[in-house]
């Protein structure tokens, strides 16, 4: 028999659903309370618990660009690091434009992912039409900001594209 051992060689993937809540609330917090499993080129890791989201993208190391003007949305990829496995870790997206109805001309696209970087969920945030807020900047303001929606959902890995109907 053939070993297929190559066939998952080098595998990034979730072992659990990072089950956020918590997004829709006024703090500037998510929450999930189970221990996370996920693997990073092989080797597993687990995060603990999580209760502040990150302010600084993981990507750039500097505060996340958010969303500065209404009809804009934006998506936000959290994840499990090998650096750290205490909390979520994440990357922004692309800001992309919405229509009158609040409905993406085109889908945010995914970040590059740093490569001790495990994707466990994402969130599709919209600043709508009622947007007056300076900025929206997760991590430093309230999730509930007049004029901003989300949707989030679970992943194992990353897909093709983001889901944001």
Partial sequence: MESKAQDIAGLTVGL?????????????TYAFTAVRPYVINGKVY???GGTTFPVVDANTGVNFVGLTKANTGTVFVLGG????????VAVQGSVETLDAHGN???APKFPQLPSDFCPLAYIIAKAGSTFVAASFQPGTDNWNTTGMTYA??????????????
């Avoid at 956020?20 to 006024?26: A, D, E, K, N, V």
């Avoid at 690091?81 to 979520?88: E, R």
């Fill in 16 to 28: 659990s659903k990072l089950g956020l809540s918590g997004i829709t609330g006024g703090a500037i």
């Fill in 46 to 48: 687990s995060i603990t």
């Fill in 81 to 88: 690091s090998s650096a750290t496995t205490t909390d979520v």
């Fill in 104 to 106: 993406f001309y085109f």
């Fill in 152 to 165: 989030t959902q679970d992943i194992v890995a990353l897909p093709d594209r983001a889901q944001v109907a």
